[in-house]
T-cell receptor
Framework: KAGVTQTPRYLIKTRGQQVTLSCSPISGHRSVSWYQQTPGQGLQFLFEYFSETQRNKGNFPGRFSGRQFSNSRSEMNVSTLELGDSALYLC????????????FGPGTRLTVL | KNEVEQSPQNLTAQEGEFITINCSYSVGISALHWLQQHPGGGIVSLFMLSSGKKKHGRLIATINIQEKHSSLHITASHPRDSAVYICAVKKGGNTDKLIFGTGTRLQVFP
């Protein structure tokens, strides 16, 4: 089985722009979770999607949004980028039963200038 | 105070040494994960535990639910074990949301 894929792997944007990141889960997985990793805050949960519905949301401003498509692929969007949004954005997929392990993608490294 | 605390933050070892990384948490959980992150960012799930002990090769993970504590042990450490090890907990309910510790950076020298 192919693993979790994320595109793009690297991205450079300027303040005020918006960005869309994509995550393709392992085939058959219905849950996709997104995480942000920064040197200062470590890993933090952004949101979780299951069967096209947001099942859980972390403590991030409304500039961060996401969605999931019928094929379980997920996108996250960050609008009006700030310098502090520079981070590694990771997605992880699972079957969605709540009892399975999660499989992480390689991440998208976003740099905001 | 963080809901998940790890110690130590940094750890250096000589090849062959036995290594222990500790994780304490303050919330009720349904499962605890040990994750490994190599330079470059990729995260690999090593273990998911809800009770007892699990072993995979040279890695052993234990959890004590009553004491809200887990340990990750590496026997006969090797330079390729050098990575950041992260403890993460999942609260109850039908969700995959993880709460992470700050990680332990391990360096194993030959």
């Amino acid at each position: 089985k192919a693993g979790v894929t994320q595109t793009p792997r690297y991205l450079i944007k300027t303040r005020g722009q918006q960005v869309t990141l994509s995550c393709s889960p392992i085939s058959g997985h219905r849950s996709v979770s997104w995480y942000q990793q920064t040197p200062g805050q470590g890993l933090q949960f952004l949101f979780e999607y299951f069967s096209e519905t947001q099942r859980n949301k972390g403590n991030f401003p409304g500039r961060f949004s996401g969605r999931q498509f019928s094929n379980s692929r997920s996108e996250m969007n960050v609008s009006t980028l700030e310098l502090g949004d520079s981070a590694l954005y990771l997605c992880a997929s699972s079957s969605g039963s709540g009892t399975d392990t999660q499989y992480f993608g390689p991440g998208t490294r976003l740099t905001v200038l | 105070k963080n809901e998940v605390e790890q110690s130590p933050q940094n750890l250096t070892a000589q090849e062959g040494e036995f290594i222990t990384i500790n994780c304490s948490y303050s919330v009720g959980i349904s499962a605890l994960h040990w994750l490994q992150q190599h330079p470059g960012g990729g995260i690999v799930s090593l273990f998911m535990l809800s009770s007892g002990k699990k072993k995979h090769g040279r890695l052993i993970a234990t959890i004590n639910i009553q004491e809200k504590h887990s340990s990750l042990h590496i026997t006969a450490s090797h330079p390729r074990d050098s990575a950041v090890y992260i403890c993460a907990v999942k609260k109850g309910g039908n969700t995959d949301k993880l709460i992470f510790g700050t990680g332990t950076r391990l360096q194993v020298f030959p």
